[in-house]
């Protein structure tokens, strides 16, 4: 067991913004599992769009502005989660300060290469016309930018390219781009970042479509999804493992061949939510065939998903739902859903074959597009054009925007908090911020030494934390150690 001063030692220097940085995560058999300590990782996670398509230009996405990022971050990491989903970003953009903020606390990023941008997506009624390597410079662009990032947990190839509108070819083109991805990553990249698939609710593609994406194509073993998500709002209100349909789904993908999650849930249809659906997710019933997921949607935006309102005056509102859904990954039996599985981890995929497929209107041929031509070049040598992120010390981590919970109060001292080198954020940990009116549960050591050692003080988990507030010396040694690493 570290000692408390090792502890200390450990946070003092990830305040300073040295190297501080996750685990890489990585996939195995169907679970995601952190690549040094092999224990398992399930997503606890929100989709993360401020402004929806119109907060998105090429001088503006969701990874571009640190003022947001901090804010968000901080916010986020008090919720409880430990990954978000980004759909629409420019590759040109600076991403080191978003990206390096999210790494620090201890958050995963799964990223689209998509955008909406003309060349920006594959188009799911022509998809021969628009595989190009046009679209491979916005590809391989969003690799290159967050390629030497240790919280890249992985990429979409497509979101919801698939559906009742789109061509019978376009199962082989998701697997192309997801060739042509792995091998750019194999080439440019020094760590495998898994690649996958996010797929829309269509009942009767959903099968289909796990089984085409998942199979092994042993001429093109590297077109395989590595991971699949499924954007799924079937539990609506107080609802019932049954009443939802999750225990279908829970048998659909008991089989499966790689890690499955909600890449978006949340029905909103009953209001306020509750999110029950929680703890099915990440109770013994599911954890089997899924790995988490990702609550839609960070904002509020015209469409009513929103976990937080930012208001025209600068401030930020925790909704209502933000409340519920805490409380919720409150109860998340955390041992439960990290323990790792060796049946999981050593489920080997199928041979692709026809018989695999279903419905008649769905493609069960596995021959491949061929690469675009100039695709090939953009692989061997790299996308050089995109502004590649690189990792910057976090050392501003109080937001300044006022926070209002639910009710309109004001919630002081909200801070991000630096994690120790290795860990990912989790919930239940005892976070920044208070109201005026609540007993504060957030420790004393705050605020008697700065708000810089006391976000210090209480991203130290497992009771080291406990152990400051209840020790003036031990206090006053981690004021020392900050003091001394901040003027190394
Ligand atoms: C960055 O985000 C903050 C907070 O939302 C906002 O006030 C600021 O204008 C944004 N900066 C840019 C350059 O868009
Ligand atoms: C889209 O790609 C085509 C080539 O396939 C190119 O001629 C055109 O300029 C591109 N448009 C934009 C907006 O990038
Ligand atoms: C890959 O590169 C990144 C960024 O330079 C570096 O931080 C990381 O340690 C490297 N990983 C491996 C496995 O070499
Ligand atoms: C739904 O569940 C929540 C949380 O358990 C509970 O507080 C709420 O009263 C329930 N609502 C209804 C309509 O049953
Ligand atoms: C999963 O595999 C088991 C054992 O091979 C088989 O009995 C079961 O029918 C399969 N389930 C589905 C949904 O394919
Ligand atoms: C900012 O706007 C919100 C939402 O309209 C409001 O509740 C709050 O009182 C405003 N705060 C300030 C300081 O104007
Ligand atoms: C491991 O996973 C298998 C199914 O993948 C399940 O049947 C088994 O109960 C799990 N073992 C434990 C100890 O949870
Ligand atoms: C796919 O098949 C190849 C060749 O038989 C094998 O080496 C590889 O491990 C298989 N991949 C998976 C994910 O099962
Ligand atoms: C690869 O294998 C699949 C399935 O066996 C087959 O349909 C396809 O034609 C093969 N492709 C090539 C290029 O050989
Ligand atoms: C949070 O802090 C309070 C007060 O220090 C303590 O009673 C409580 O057990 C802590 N909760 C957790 C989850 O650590």
């Known amino acids: 067991m570290r000692s408390v ?17 996750v685990e890489t995560l990585e996939v195995l058999g169907k679970d995601f599992v952190n690549s040094k300590t092999q224990e398992r990782f399930q997503i606890i996670g929100v989709d993360y769009q401020p402004g929806g398509s119109s907060g998105f230009s090429t001088s503006a996405d969701p990874l571009s502005n640190a003022t947001a990022c901090l804010r968000d971050a901080a916010l986020m990491q008090r919720l409880g989660i430990n990954t978000v989903r980004v ?35 594959l188009d799911r009624t022509d998809p021969s016309g628009t595989y190009d390597v046009a679209y491979f410079h916005q ?108 225990d279908t789904l829970v048998e659909d993908f008991a089989n499966a061949s790689l890690p499955a999650f909600f890449s978006e849930y949340g029905c909103n249809t009953v209001q306020p939510r509750y999110f029950t659906e929680v703890q099915a997710l990440y109770g013994k019933d599911m954890i089997q065939s899924f790995s988490g997921g990702l609550v839609y949607e960070w904002t509020e935006e015209s469409n009513d998903y929103g976990l937080v309102q930012l208001n025209d005056n600068g401030t930020v509102t925790l909704l209502v739902d933000y409340e519920h859904l805490r409380t919720q990954y409150d109860a998340i039996d955390l041992t439960l859903i990290t323990e790792s599985n060796s049946t999981q981890t050593s489920v080997e995929a199928v041979d692709c074959a026809a018989d695999l497929i279903s419905g008649d209107d769905f493609l069960n041929a596995f021959d491949l597009p061929a690469r675009p031509s100039g695709v090939q070049d953009l692989i061997d040598n790299g996308y050089t054009k995109a502004s590649v992120a690189t990792m910057v010390a976090v050392t501003s981590t109080t937001i300044p925007e006022t926070v209002y919970d639910a009710s309109g109060a004001v919630i002081t001292g909200i801070a991000l908090k630096v994690e120790a ?66 003027t190394l």
């Not at 999210?102 to 290469?113: C, M, R, S």
């Open 421 to 486: 080198s290795d860990e990912s954020n989790e919930p239940g940990g005892n976070t920044s911020g208070s109201t005026s009116s609540s007993d504060s549960s957030s420790s004393s050591s705050g605020s008697s030494t700065g708000t810089a050692t006391g976000s210090a003080a209480s991203s130290t988990k497992s009771g080291a934390a406990d152990k400051l507030s209840t020790s003036a010396m031990l206090g006053g040694l981690l004021g020392a150690l900050v003091a001394t690493v901040a």
């Open 87 to 121: 759909y629409n970003l420019y590759p040109l953009l600076d991403h080191s300060e978003c990206a390096s903020i999210f790494n620090a606390a201890g958050i995963y990023l799964l990223l689209d290469v998509n955008s909406p941008l003309t060349n920006g997506s």
């Open 139 to 246: 590809v391989f662009g969003i690799i290159e930018s967050f390629k030497n990032f240790p919280n890249i947990l992985g990429f979409f190839s497509g979101n919801e390219v698939i559906n009742q509108d789109s061509v019978y070819e376009v199962p082989a083109y998701i697997r192309a781009v997801q060739r042509d991805m792995k091998d750019y990553i194999a080439k440019n990249v020094n760590r495998t970042i898994p690649v996958g698939y996010s797929a829309a609710d269509v009942e009767d593609m959903l099968m289909d479509t796990v089984n085409y994406l998942s199979c092994n194509l042993t001429n093109s073993t590297e077109s395989r999804s590595d991971f699949f998500g499924l954007n799924d709002y079937s539990w609506c209100g107080n609802s019932s493992y049954t009443t939802s349909g999750y």
């Open 5 to 21: 001063f090792s502890r200390l030692l450990t946070a003092a220097c990830a305040l300073a913004g040295t190297a501080a940085a």
